[in-house]
């Protein structure tokens, strides 16, 4: 409630008007039974946290520990982003940096609750996929008011969703097999649609996966701050924003993007991280560059 309390200053409940401590502990002991109740009803949970550096980011960690003991099956950490005029704004806060962000979700990862890490920006009433905007497939007008359940129906999706389930599970075993198997770590940048095709200076985000060179695993999303901001900004004094790049894809043995230039590519070199100009699907891009990157490491070319 102390730090609740720095981020709800008031709270309603049944025309009252609670503030500071006692809202605070009003809205979270709320918030906390709903997430009990709703994990004994065998619902999946997933709880959303802001990380607003100076305020919560040190309280995190015990919040996560705390919604994974509810029965919450999946915790969601994002940046804080300020908004003009907003009470953070004038009071000059800052919002997390992308290293920040992930040193986070990797200490909440060690604390044994799932993170998710490929989180984007969205409206409350999204719908699709990432990179994939469905809201106008499912207009509000075209919604039936009091649906009819069809039981039949019901079941049959039931059936296909066990299938599915035990395929999943079957996977997860073969995979295990193939633990002792070396993995290399591959960061994609993408402006979505599945597909290698993001510049390495435009890219504000990464995406980082596992591979063994038969199965492709996507570990999550690594915010950056972009290293050009268009042709003109390339050339500037851009060496803290590439450091820091370097610094967040510093496990990563390949990079694949659709175009780098010779500063970034040479100091990615350096650290042992090998850029490649690639372009298409990311699965196929990766199996491909996992398979020939002793020859791409010995020859230390890429072309695209």
């Given at each position: 409630?102390?730090?609740?309390?720095?981020?709800?200053?008031?709270?309603?409940?049944?025309?009252?008007r609670?503030?500071?401590?006692?809202?605070?502990?009003?809205?979270?002991?709320?918030?906390?039974?709903?997430?009990?109740?709703?994990?004994?009803?065998?619902?999946?949970?997933?709880?959303?946290?802001?990380?607003?550096?100076?305020?919560?980011?040190?309280?995190?960690?015990?919040?996560?520990?705390?919604?994974?003991?509810?029965?919450?099956?999946?915790?969601?950490?994002?940046?804080?982003?300020?908004?003009?005029?907003?009470?953070?704004?004038q009071?000059?806060?800052?919002?997390?940096?992308?290293?920040?962000?992930?040193?986070?979700?990797?200490?909440?990862?060690?604390?044994?609750?799932?993170?998710?890490?490929?989180?984007?920006?969205?409206?409350?009433?999204?719908?699709?996929?990432?990179?994939?905007d469905?809201?106008?497939?499912?207009?509000l007008?075209?919604?039936?008011?009091?649906?009819?359940?069809?039981?039949?129906?019901?079941?049959?999706?039931?059936?296909?969703?066990?299938?599915?389930?035990?395929?999943?599970?079957?996977?997860?075993?073969?995979?295990?097999?193939?633990?002792?198997?070396?993995?290399?770590?591959?960061?994609?940048?993408?402006?979505?649609?599945?597909?290698?095709?993001?510049?390495?200076?435009?890219?504000?985000?990464?995406?980082?996966y596992?591979?063994?060179?038969?199965?492709?695993?996507?570990?999550?999303?690594?915010?950056?701050?972009?290293?050009?901001?268009?042709?003109?900004?390339?050339?500037?004094d851009?060496?803290?924003?590439?450091?820091?790049?370097?610094?967040?894809?510093?496990?990563?043995?390949?990079?694949?993007?659709?175009?780098?230039?010779?500063?970034?590519?040479?100091?990615l070199?350096?650290?042992?991280?090998?850029?490649?100009?690639?372009?298409?699907?990311?699965?196929?891009?990766?199996?491909?560059?996992?398979?020939?990157?002793?020859?791409?490491?010995?020859?230390?070319?890429?072309?695209?």
């Amino acid at each position: 409630a102390d730090v609740g309390q720095a981020i709800y200053p008031w709270v309603f409940d049944e025309g009252v008007r609670y503030e500071g401590k006692a809202a605070a502990e009003l809205l979270i002991s709320r918030q906390l039974t709903g997430l009990e109740l709703l994990a004994k009803l065998g619902i999946l949970v997933k709880v959303n946290s802001i990380m607003i550096p100076g305020v919560n980011d040190h309280h995190l960690p015990a919040v996560s520990k705390r919604v994974k003991e509810l029965g919450a099956t999946l915790h969601n950490v994002t940046p804080l982003i300020i908004a003009p005029g907003s009470q953070y704004e004038q009071d000059g806060r800052k919002a997390p940096r992308p290293k920040e962000l992930h040193n986070l979700q990797e200490l909440l990862g060690r604390g044994g609750m799932k993170v998710m890490r490929h989180c984007r920006q969205c409206r409350a009433d999204a719908i699709g996929l990432l990179g994939q905007d469905r809201n106008q497939d499912f207009p509000l007008e075209a919604m039936e008011a009091d649906p009819a359940i069809n039981a039949e129906a019901r079941a049959l999706f039931q059936g296909e969703l066990d299938v599915k389930i035990r395929e999943r599970v079957q996977a997860k075993r073969a995979r295990l097999l193939q633990e002792n198997a070396p993995k290399i770590r591959v960061a994609v940048a993408t402006r979505g649609g599945d597909k290698v095709n993001q510049h390495f200076g435009h890219a504000t985000e990464f995406l980082v996966y596992d591979t063994d060179g038969a199965v492709v695993q996507l570990l999550g999303v690594r915010k950056i701050q972009a290293y050009c901001h268009g042709k003109a900004d390339c050339n500037g004094d851009k060496a803290a924003t590439l450091q820091e790049i370097i610094s967040i894809l510093s496990d990563c043995r390949i990079l694949l993007c659709s175009g780098i230039g010779e500063g970034p590519r040479t100091s990615l070199n350096k650290i042992g991280v090998l850029p490649l100009v690639r372009k298409g699907g990311i699965q196929e891009a990766i199996l491909e560059s996992v398979k020939y990157s002793s020859y791409f490491e010995n020859i230390n070319i890429s072309k695209g």
